[in-house]
Structures are given as structure tokens and as C-alpha cells.
């Protein structure tokens, strides 16, 4: 089943790859590639609400979706207890992707800035040790992502919260670059 899954998913990336050689990716394009992998989904009303921000326990949740299968186990952040995204904040931790704040919350209904959405996915390529030591945060992990094209050509205003559409974007072409 692993096989003919991981197949699958090669096929539609080539075929999503020969799309977006011949043009900049839409928002549109970018959620319905990641729809039809069960990465993303909607809202009640059948929207995907590409407009909107998305939250961080969303961008685990998705995060953690795109992995093979991941362990569970006990975080230190102190917020995500009755959480509805707990067992997925808790794998992407464990797997290295996401961390918390200083003080061990997660904050998962904070909305995500394109900051942490490009150092996520940096880390789950394994580029997290090339990463500019003379950059600050998150200025290193996006200079990363651009170099890697994960940014799908969206500018990047690193510390605002990013859309559901930029986002779609920017997995999209984090799975390109991952099987090139």
C-alpha cells in the first residue's frame, strides 16, 4: 500500500512539475494538487478558504500528513493538552520540524507567519544545516527557501501571517523541490 501510495504521489508531482514549468503556479492549482494528494482540505461549506490565514496547528497538521509515518510523543508545550491538533503538534515536534516559544506554549490557534512556514519546510527537506549562520531568524530559512524555489515566486513578508493560498504554494513547490 506504502508503494502504490508513494507511486501515486510520484506521478501527480511530475505531472504537477510539467504544469508549473510552463507557468507561475496559482494559489487555485497549487490547493487542488494538494487536495487531490489528501494533504489539504476544506472547510464544512466545501471552500478551501485560500484567502484566509492559517493557523499553526493547521500547518502542523499538514505537515504531518506529508510525512511517513511519525511517532507520537510528550512535548513540553503546555498549551495543546485538549488541543484538537495535539497528536499532529506532537509528531511534527518529535520528528524536528516545529518547536515552541520560550515560554512552552505552541500558541495553535495563533495564525502562522511565512517566516515559520518556510523554516518548517526547510527542516523537512533536511537543508536545516545549510542554512546562512550569519542571518538572523528567519531571514536564514527563507533565503534557504528561495534558493530551493520553495517560495513558488510569492513575496515573502517573513513575519506576517501567511493565507491558506500562499501556503498551498509554497507545500507545492516543497514537493517538487523534494523530488527533484
Not at 11 to 24: E, N
Not at 76 to 94: Q, R
Not at 150 to 155: M, R
Amino acid at each position: 500500500m506504502h508503494i502504490i501510495k508513494k507511486t501515486i504521489i510520484y506521478l501527480i508531482l511530475f505531472l504537477f512539475t510539467i504544469q508549473v514549468s510552463f507557468a507561475t503556479t496559482s494559489q487555485e492549482d497549487s490547493a487542488n494538487a494538494l487536495v487531490t494528494l489528501g494533504l489539504l482540505t476544506g472547510y464544512p461549506n466545501g471552500g478551501l478558504g485560500l484567502d484566509r490565514t492559517i493557523t499553526r496547528a493547521e500547518f502542523a497538521t499538514l505537515m504531518v500528513r506529508m510525512l511517513p509515518e511519525q511517532e507520537s510523543s510528550n512535548t513540553p508545550l503546555t498549551d495543546i493538552s485538549k488541543h484538537w491538533a495535539k497528536e499532529n503538534i506532537e509528531k511534527a515536534y518529535t520528528a524536528g520540524l516545529i518547536s515552541g516559544y520560550p515560554d512552552k506554549s505552541f500558541q495553535p490557534d495563533a495564525p502562522i507567519t511565512y517566516g515559520e512556514i518556510m523554516t518548517v519546510l526547510v527542516r523537512s527537506l533536511d537543508y536545516g544545516d545549510s542554512i546562512d549562520p550569519a542571518l538572523p531568524w528567519p531571514e536564514n530559512y527563507v533565503q534557504k527557501a528561495i534558493d530551493l524555489n520553495i517560495h513558488g515566486g510569492v513575496q515573502i513578508p517573513m513575519r506576517s501571517n501567511a493565507t491558506r493560498g500562499d501556503m498551498a504554494v509554497f507545500l507545492s513547490q516543497s514537493l517538487v523541490t523534494q523530488f527533484q
